[in-house]
């Protein structure tokens, strides 16, 4: 049971960047996958979720219209696209599902 995320790196303001997280090792289909952010010295929070036929979605009400999840369960991959960062957008990206443990995490940073 594995989840992996990439795609993170350093972005001016403005710019966007398209986070990834791969999962193996469950059912990803069955599973609500969410996106995380830790930014420094601060507790990690939601940022968004999609339920495993992509009907739903939900966001924190600071990234709304600004990103957007999605995802492709015959390629067990969930995704982030995230436009118009600023740099409170700036920390640690984690995927997760329920019961599933927590990965690396993927840096963004969000710097002039």
């Known amino acids: 049971v594995q989840l992996v995320e990439s795609g993170g790196g350093l972005v001016q303001p403005g710019g966007s960047l398209r986070l990834s997280c791969a999962a193996s090792?469950?059912?990803?289909?069955?599973?609500?996958m969410s996106w995380h952010r830790q930014a420094p010295g601060k507790e990690r929070e939601f940022v968004a979720r999609?339920?495993?036929?992509?009907?739903?979605?939900d966001y924190v009400d600071s990234v709304k219209g600004r990103f957007t999840i999605s995802r492709d369960n015959a390629k067990y991959t969930v995704y982030l696209q995230m436009s118009n960062l600023k740099p409170e957008d700036t920390g640690v990206y984690y995927c997760?599902?329920?019961?599933?443990?927590w990965g690396q995490g993927t840096q963004v940073t969000v710097s002039s």
């Open positions: 090792g469950f059912t990803f289909s069955r599973y609500v």
């Open positions: 999609i339920f495993g036929d992509s009907r739903r979605t």
């Open positions: 997760n599902a329920p019961g599933i443990s």
